[in-house]
């Protein structure tokens, strides 16, 4: 008997959705331009086997989808036509409908990897450039920095995509440091620093002057100018003008205004000034 009832049940719902397939199965409204379709499902679905493209095609050939629809235009202001390119695509793998008579997105699973290889390599054939300050500055090779799984997922930005004037303007971009060491710095970021990253710096003092233990002193102790290139020696009590000045000339040196042309530490026989003469240590009397 139980079985009589459930056979039955199992017929009448088949026959039920035959019959009547958008009453049984509809699972909301077509959008605005399929309304004429509502109730003729066979419209777009084969039975048992889903949405074949011929269906979508036999209304939307390949070749016109977008030219009336398109928003953004390419080089030139011709309409971006590239579903005719995605021919061995599913139409549904990227539309969906019964989502409403006006939804939100008919874009339900498209992925940037269903596009040709020439497509998907010019952005600016579908999406609009920004035109923000940084992307003004920027060439128009997205991937440089963007990738298509997702615009602000796995971000590399490449400096080398700056263009003009302000590949070398760092502060364009960047506001200057406030710290005790940049804030009297007026010279370019690149002496020190390098556009793959800011720390560390590149800057190697020691090319100068050896900071050791008798020289680890703030960088304005001896650059009291706002531009590094200057120094001063006679910043700390060892070195006063008049000791330098009476120190060097006992050794009958008298060109010591740039001291680290003879010394580059804090050896003071490290070297000879070769204007002024003078002794090393070691040398005879």
């Keep these: 008997m139980k079985k009589t009832i459930i056979l039955s049940i199992i017929v009448l719902c088949a026959g039920l959705t035959y019959f009547y397939p958008h009453a049984m199965l509809n699972p909301g409204k077509l959008v605005q331009a399929h309304q ?30 977008g030219k009336d629809t398109t928003l953004r235009a390419g080089a030139g202001g011709t309409k971006i036509l590239f579903h005719q390119q995605l021919s061995g695509q ?36 579908c999406h609009n450039k920004p035109a923000d300050n940084l992307h003004k500055q920027l060439s128009t090779n997205c991937s440089s920095c963007h990738t298509p799984s997702g615009w602000k997922s796995g971000v590399v930005f490449n400096h080398d995509m700056i263009q003009g004037v302000d590949k070398t303007n760092c502060i364009s971009c960047h506001q200057q440091p ?23 710096s590149s800057f190697d003092h020691s090319k100068y002057f050896k900071l050791d ?25 060892e070195h006063s003008e008049s000791n330098i000045f009476s120190k060097h000339n006992e050794e009958g040196i008298y060109n010591f205004n740039n001291c680290v042309s003879c010394h580059r530490s804090g050896n003071e026989h490290e070297g000879r000034n070769e204007n002024g003469g003078g002794k090393k240590e070691g040398d005879d009397d």
Aim: net charge positive; hydrophobic share 25%.
């Design 213 to 237: 233990q008798n020289h680890n002193a703030s960088c304005k102790t001896c650059h009291t100018s706002p531009s590094f290139k200057t120094y001063s020696c006679y910043g700390c009590h």
């Design 90 to 125: 599913s139409c549904v793998a990227c539309h969906t409908d019964h989502k409403g008579i006006i939804p939100a997105t008919l874009l339900s699973g498209f992925k940037h990897d269903m596009l040709s290889q020439n497509i998907l390599t010019n952005c600016l054939s």
């Design 36 to 65: 004429s379709l509502h109730n003729t499902c066979n419209s777009c679905h084969t039975a048992f086997s889903g949405i074949p493209n011929a269906k979508c095609i036999s209304c939307h050939a390949l070749a016109d989808i």
């Design 178 to 200: 406030t710290d005790a060491t940049h804030q009297f710095f007026t010279g370019s970021c690149s002496s020190c620093h390098s556009t793959s990253k800011w720390v560390p």
